[in-house]
């Protein structure tokens, strides 16, 4: 049996621990709340935030136009390279051909119009310098009309083999540049396995050249 003066012992400490909770809530709370007007005091403001992602929507679309200046830019280097070796009839030029026509077909899928020309055409040298000429203001005109809105439009096509799909503006000019860059790989293999030099068309080397903007 317990004492009074256990009792009293007791009671003082639940009133202690009492006490001493409430005031490590208190401090809980009270460090949250300066934690809520740190992070309110130092947040940039919504405006801000609308022009930071506006700002990186506009260096995307800025970003694509230079990436497909350089595309065309590097088209007409390798045309020049094959003219240079007399590799105007070889699987390289076939390559190129391939190139030029998968890139209309795109732009022609991206703005619902119906396929021109076939995925492998038999291009000569001359069809070949026309194309990438046309190319160049196609795409150059096209993406100087393209809004950030545009860029996760969902564009529905069928590919060669018939099959129906449906990909974003954005996935398909990334496509593109990825796909005529590889074949322009193979190209300069082509070109190196038979003993001729391939163009120069780094992306880097264009730009240190002031050869895109």
Same mark, same amino acid.
């Given at each position: 049996m317990f004492s009074s003066n256990s009792s009293i012992s007791l009671l003082s400490q639940e009133k202690c621990?009492?006490?001493?909770?409430?005031?490590?809530?208190?401090?809980?709370?009270?460090?949250?709340?300066?934690?809520?007007?740190?992070?309110?005091?130092? *947040?940039p403001a919504p405006g801000l935030l609308l022009k930071s992602r506006s700002s990186l929507i506009m260096d995307l679309?800025?970003?694509l136009r230079r990436q497909f200046a350089y595309d065309a830019w590097a088209n007409g280097e390798v045309l020049a390279a094959l003219n240079s070796s007399a590799l105007t009839t070889t699987r *390289?030029?076939?390559l190129l051909a391939h190139i030029l026509s998968a890139e209309r077909?795109?732009?022609?899928?991206?703005?619902?119009?119906?396929q021109t020309l076939p995925v492998w055409p038999a291009f000569s040298f001359r069809q070949c310098e026309a194309q990438i000429a046309e190319l160049a203001a196609l795409w150059s005109g096209y993406l100087s009309q393209l809004?950030?809105?545009?860029l996760t439009e969902n564009v529905p096509y069928k590919?060669?083999?018939?099959?129906t799909w449906n990909s974003t503006v954005q996935d398909i000019l990334t496509h593109v540049l990825l796909h005529s860059a590889y074949h322009r790989g193979q190209i300069a293999a082509e070109m190196r396995a038979g003993g001729k030099?391939? *163009?120069?068309?780094?992306?880097?080397?264009?730009v240190r050249q002031g050869l895109i903007e």
């Open positions: 621990e009492r006490t001493v909770n409430n005031k490590l809530q208190f401090a809980v709370e009270a460090d949250y709340i300066c934690g809520l007007q740190e992070a309110f005091l130092h *947040a679309l800025e970003h *390289a030029l076939q077909l795109w732009v022609e899928r991206i703005r619902r119009r119906s809004s950030s809105a545009h590919n060669s083999k018939g099959e030099q391939p *163009a120069y068309t780094d992306f880097i080397h264009a």
